[in-house]
Nanobody, 122 residues
């Protein structure tokens, strides 16, 4: 599976962005998909995850109520809609795929995209 994240950019506080992650591979629809982020000087942290069916989602407390993860298995794409962005959301955002589990732990994910930079600043 290869993952390609896109949609990052510069946005003012309070603004919105939608990230996309396009996946190759016929088994995409069976994987848990996650979004993670890494700010300069910090460890990579969990943001959100969605089960293969789309019926279960999980969010970090810091983004709950502001971010929404979704997926379109027909398009092999997972999305992260980010609203009410804050400067502390500034980071490189990565999408990842987990073949077997349902977890917030980065090392449990099997495939990673290259990352897309989100900068929230006035």
């Amino acid at each position: 599976v290869q993952l390609q994240a896109s949609g990052g950019g510069l946005v003012q506080p309070g603004g919105s962005l939608r990230l996309s992650c396009a996946a190759s591979g016929r088994t995409f629809s069976t994987y848990t998909m996650g979004w993670f982020r890494q700010a300069p000087g910090k460890e990579r942290e969990f943001v959100a995850a969605i089960r293969w069916s789309g019926g279960n989602t999980d969010y970090a407390d810091s983004v709950k109520g502001r971010f929404t993860i979704s997926r379109d298995n027909a398009k092999n794409t997972v999305y992260l809609q980010m609203n009410s962005l804050k400067p502390e959301d500034t980071a490189v955002y990565y999408c990842a795929a987990d073949r077997w589990g349902w977890t917030r732990t980065p090392k449990e994910y099997d495939y990673w995209g290259q990352g897309t930079l989100v900068t929230v600043s006035s």
